[in-house]
């Protein structure tokens, strides 16, 4: 299966999928559908995990302040966005895609649409160049990851893009061209749910009972960075 999906890679050019600088929730919500659609993942995504990667420091400089205000404390290298040799990028949050294919042994694949790295690229290895978890940083920027199961995330995102206007009702960057992504029971807007992150809510035990139990909800699994490679080996 390993051979199958790296010869699908010089196919998978990242300028095919939407994207929008600074939407990133949205761009991996449309990332996934065409996964889907195109057959690259399964038809309803059962092989695809949302991840979005912040801290608590984002989640308290983000309520009630626009992006302008914000104080970015979630450092990622090889990012397009950087204009340092080594790619390094202080996002407020960024949000990836995870593949990782049930019936196979091949290793998980990461979708990153801002990445400089090979399009998808191994979750090994996307650890060790853009969280780089061996660089020693302080506690303040500690990266947190939310994995949530894409069929979840189809059925409950909704974002209103109220997080990307400043206070006199313009838009701190352009937004996507397509109406605002709506959940299916009509909720308007909830990314701030995915993106609050606090230490203390991380999965005390990757024992698979645990890990079946937190993916099965709407808001999915919280990791550490030590904890996320491991996670994918747990998962039903």
Same mark, same amino acid.
């Given at each position: ?15 095919? /999928? ?11 919500? $449309? ?20 991840? /979005? ?63 400089? $790295? ?18 020693? $940083? /302080? ?92 996670? /994918?080996?747990?998962?039903?």
């Amino acid at each position: 299966m390993s051979s199958v999906i790296i010869s699908e890679l010089p196919a998978m050019d990242a300028t095919r /999928f939407q994207h929008t600088p600074y939407y990133c929730e949205e761009n991996v919500y $449309l990332l996934c559908k065409t996964l889907c659609e195109s057959g690259v993942a399964d038809e309803t995504g059962s092989d695809l995990f949302v991840v /979005f990667i912040s801290n608590e420091r984002k989640q308290a400089s983000m309520f009630g302040l626009c992006l302008h205000y914000t104080l970015f404390h979630v450092p990622l290298w090889h990012q397009k966005a950087s204009t340092r040799a080594d790619g390094i990028v202080l996002w407020d949050y960024h949000v990836i895609c995870v593949q990782r294919k049930k019936e196979s042994d091949s290793e998980p694949l990461v979708w990153d649409l801002d990445s400089t $790295l090979p399009f998808p690229s191994p979750l090994a290895s996307y650890v060790t160049e853009t969280i780089q978890p061996s660089f020693q $940083l /302080f506690a303040e920027y500690q990266r947190f990851f939310r994995v949530v199961h894409a069929p979840l995330f189809f059925k409950h995102f909704a974002s209103d893009r109220r997080h990307m206007k400043a206070p006199d009702g313009s838009w701190i960057a352009q937004p996507p061209p397509y109406q605002p992504i709506v959940a299916q029971d009509g909720v308007l807007h909830n990314l701030s749910e995915y993106t609050a992150m606090s230490a203390k809510d991380t999965l005390s035990s990757l024992d698979p009972d645990t890990v079946r139990e937190a993916i099965s909800q709407k808001l999915g699994v919280f990791v550490s960075h030590s904890q996320l490679q491991d996670l /994918f080996t747990k998962l039903p």
